[in-house]
């Protein structure tokens, strides 16, 4: 069985944790279950009659199950948290945890697709129910399709480039593995930064495939009604898109646009900052990479 630790250590454990001001009794969600490392430590705060729900539409995290009375793993996506929540009879809960992004084991294993460090082919998918793959989107999707995704995604400054490139190389060779798509863009490719614009190019691809960004919108607007005045929100990031999202929606309670004036011209926001923004040690980033970019935010109801 893959244990948590082989899964992947969990980044900013401790803060993310301690930001969700756990009462013995109360009920939280941990929405990216993955390996279970900051469900554990949620359950060792957690009181007998304590409750957590935890969410993983990857099939591969349903072997991290833990064995707990008080723990309910829900294989499915975030997206659909009231929903899920609500066959369980929980309307309302005191805490809600999410670790977004790409799990080190799902990088790890070749045959996802996820890392430009194997030669395998351009999957990326977070749970396999999805029909839609990276394979689908480079020789299917319009040129002006990959441009978009390229440039709002990815924040690539050659994204028209790289769009008119990959079409063009499709007409020959379906793109299907990462030589493909490595030799399609190698124009734009120069040594010193292959592995940070193939990054780019990755996260772009990957967050189309899995619709990252409207998943994330989703469940944010709904913590709204699942929290209770007092409830925490503790949201770790890894890129600007998503930290821009969450830091927004913290701020404001939307994503867009600035939220209505009471009487008395005061805006009217649904949550507070707790901390300010909270990024890993030196320490922590030496003892596990992943943490490098890692931003954690947390926010409670008011």
């Given at each position: 069985?893959?244990?948590?630790?082989?899964?992947?250590?969990?980044?900013?454990?401790?803060?993310?944790i301690?930001?969700?001001?756990?009462?013995?009794?109360?009920?939280?969600?941990?929405?990216?279950?993955?390996?279970?490392?900051?469900?554990?430590?949620?359950?060792?705060?957690?009181?007998?009659?304590?409750?957590?729900?935890?969410?993983?539409?990857?099939e591969?995290?349903?072997?991290?199950?833990?064995?707990?009375?008080?723990?309910?793993?829900?294989?499915?996506?975030?997206?659909?948290?009231?929903?899920?929540?609500?066959?369980?009879?929980?309307?309302k809960?005191?805490?809600?945890?999410?670790?977004?992004?790409v799990?080190?084991?799902?990088?790890?294993?070749?045959?996802?697709?996820?890392?430009?460090?194997?030669?395998?082919?351009?999957?990326?998918?977070?749970?396999?129910?999805?029909?839609?793959?990276?394979?689908?989107?480079?020789?299917?999707?319009?040129?002006?399709?990959?441009?978009?995704?390229?440039?709002?995604?990815?924040?690539?400054?050659?994204?028209?480039g790289?769009?008119?490139?990959?079409?063009?190389?499709?007409?020959?060779?379906?793109?299907?593995?990462?030589?493909?798509?490595?030799e399609?863009?190698?124009?734009?490719?120069?040594?010193?930064?292959?592995?940070?614009?193939?990054?780019?190019?990755?996260?772009?691809?990957?967050?189309?495939?899995?619709?990252?960004?409207?998943?994330?919108?989703?469940?944010?607007?709904?913590?709204?009604?699942?929290?209770?005045?007092?409830?925490?929100?503790?949201?770790?990031?890894?890129?600007?898109?998503?930290?821009?999202?969450?830091?927004?929606?913290?701020?404001?309670?939307?994503?867009?646009?600035?939220?209505?004036?009471?009487?008395?011209?005061?805006?009217e926001?649904?949550?507070?900052?707790?901390?300010?923004?909270?990024?890993?040690?030196?320490?922590?980033?030496?003892?596990?990479?992943?943490?490098?970019?890692?931003?954690?935010?947390?926010?409670e109801?008011?």
């Amino acid at each position: 069985m893959t244990t948590e630790m082989s899964y992947h250590s969990p980044v900013l454990l401790h803060p993310s944790i301690d930001g969700l001001n756990i009462q013995p009794n109360g009920i939280y969600v941990d929405v990216t279950f993955g390996g279970g490392g900051h469900s554990r430590e949620i359950l060792n705060r957690l009181g007998p009659n304590g409750k957590l729900f935890a969410f993983d539409q990857d099939e591969d995290a349903l072997a991290n199950v833990i064995n707990d009375k008080r723990f309910q793993l829900i294989p499915e996506n975030f997206r659909f948290i009231k929903r899920f929540l609500k066959f369980y009879g929980v309307a309302k809960v005191d805490g809600i945890l999410a670790d977004l992004g790409v799990s080190s084991h799902q990088f790890d294993d070749a045959s996802r697709g996820f890392s430009t460090r194997f030669e395998e082919v351009l999957d990326m998918r977070m749970s396999k129910k999805n029909k839609l793959s990276a394979v689908t989107i480079l020789n299917e999707y319009e040129e002006n399709q990959i441009r978009f995704l390229l440039q709002t995604y990815g924040e690539l400054k050659s994204a028209a480039g790289m769009a008119y490139a990959i079409v063009h190389y499709r007409k020959t060779q379906p793109i299907q593995h990462t030589g493909h798509l490595k030799e399609a863009l190698a124009r734009f490719l120069p040594n010193n930064k292959t592995h940070k614009i193939m990054a780019q190019v990755y996260q772009a691809i990957r967050i189309e495939v899995n619709q990252e960004l409207q998943v994330l919108q989703e469940f944010l607007q709904q913590t709204l009604d699942l929290l209770p005045k007092g409830g925490r929100l503790s949201i770790i990031s890894y890129h600007s898109l998503e930290d821009r999202l969450v830091k927004r929606f913290m701020r404001n309670g939307m994503f867009e646009g600035e939220p209505e004036r009471d009487m008395f011209g005061n805006f009217e926001v649904p949550f507070k900052s707790i901390e300010k923004l909270i990024i890993p040690t030196d320490q922590e980033i030496a003892e596990n990479n992943r943490a490098r970019s890692a931003k954690l935010r947390v926010a409670e109801r008011i």
